[in-house]
């Protein structure tokens, strides 16, 4: 990726912090560009819907990217590893900006018929636990909790897997029929979970033949 080599040595293009600082403000631009959109009142004639789509489909955008790091090292030897954090972390807040825009915008905040509309529509249910799972995932994305957690952060984070198939389900039952898109990213989301459901298989298959 992003690397100069020069005299014998090897650098990034900007520092650690600021090359990843700089790809969290550039993943926040779709979100600022509809904001923007929604501000001049361009987004059609239902613009709270389709800023509440437009988040969801960046937070699965993001949690896609985060989840293909490990396959993309693997099949292609390119490491994007210390990325993976910041694509988490952009997949988690667009995720809260989605579920914002749903609570505060779509329902007005209005308790009982949230509770309402997420105990009645399984599709909002899956999105709930989803979320309730990406909490402390994104809670737990700094160098204190790796520490602190030491082998438990790594069983954690395997909890991303079982996001990707609730966010999957969710992502297609949000439409009444499918759609080439919802189908396209749960396919590729399935694919993340089943390629390390595999290798999880073999890595223990090896260990006990060892
Ligand atoms: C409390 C949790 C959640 C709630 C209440 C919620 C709510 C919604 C609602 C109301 C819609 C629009 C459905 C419609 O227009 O009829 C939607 C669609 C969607 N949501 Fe969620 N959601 C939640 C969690 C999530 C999470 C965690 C993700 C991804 C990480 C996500 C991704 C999506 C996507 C991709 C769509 C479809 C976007 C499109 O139309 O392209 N949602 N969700």
């Given amino acids: 990726m992003p690397r100069l080599t020069g005299a014998g040595r090897t650098r990034t293009l900007l520092p650690w912090r600021g090359e990843k600082m700089a790809l969290m ?9 509809y904001f923007w959109y929604g501000a001049q009142d361009r987004l059609g004639p239902d613009p709270v819907n389709v800023f509440e789509r437009w988040l969801g489909l960046w937070a699965v955008r993001f949690l896609l990217a985060a989840l293909l ?14 990325y993976r ?23 007005q905040g209005n308790l009982a018929v949230l509770w309402h509309d997420i105990t009645r529509r399984p599709f909002l249910m899956l999105g709930f636990a989803a979320f309730m799972l990406l909490l402390p995932l994104a809670l737990t994305s700094n160098d204190w909790s790796i520490r602190r957690l030491g082998r438990r952060w790594g069983r954690l984070h395997r909890l991303v897997y079982g996001v990707a198939v609730l966010v999957a389900v969710h992502f297609l039952l949000a439409f ?3 759609n080439a898109t919802s189908v396209s990213y749960a ?8 390629w390390r459901a595999v290798s999880l298989a073999r890595t223990r298959m090896g260990r006990a033949r060892a």
């Fill in 85 to 107: 954090r910041v694509l988490g972390l952009l997949a988690f807040w667009y995720a809260l900006m989605h579920v914002s825009v749903y609570v505060a915008l779509d329902q």
């Fill in 176 to 178: 009444k029929t499918y």
């Fill in 69 to 82: 790091v490990t396959p993309l090292r693997v099949v292609s030897g390119i490491s994007l590893l210390r």
């Fill in 25 to 33: 403000a550039v993943g926040l631009l779709p979100a600022a560009l």
């Fill in 187 to 194: 396919a590729a989301l399935m694919a993340m979970v089943l």
